[in-house]
Nanobody
């Protein structure tokens, strides 16, 4: 049984930092992408970060503030979030894909497995 388990969410003031971690079990994802998405109330799930082999990609909304890292041997992926803003408030989801497609995996359909989500709340 494949599981992705996130940890590290919580409440932080604007300008603060949080680090999210995700541990995968049940299979390895060394041949596919791992990434992060988020979903705020009333909004669609949106792409936050991904690793294609050892190269990261981010949308402009988090570029320069968030850093994704991955340990393929440990089957883990992390997201360091700095300079947090109230608009970063959302449930954050870890995702993993079984194979790389063309280009960076920035769409939800590029992933096969999802974590249960962890809440990040940034107060102003």
């Amino acid at each position: 049984q494949v599981q992705l388990v996130e940890s590290g969410g919580g409440l932080v003031q604007a300008g603060g930092s949080l680090r999210l971690s995700c541990a995968a079990s049940g299979r390895t994802f060394s041949s596919g992408p791992m990434g992060w998405f988020r979903q705020a109330p009333g909004k669609e799930r949106e792409f936050v970060a991904t690793m294609r082999y050892n190269r990261p990609a981010y949308p402009d909304t988090v570029k320069g503030r968030f850093t994704i890292s991955r340990d393929t041997a440990k089957n883990t992926v992390s997201l360091q979030m700095n300079s947090l803003k109230p608009e970063d408030t959302a449930v954050y989801y870890c995702a993993a894909g079984t194979s790389y497609g063309f280009g960076y995996a920035t769409r939800a359909v590029d992933y096969d497995y999802w974590g249960q989500g962890t809440q990040v709340t940034v107060s102003s």
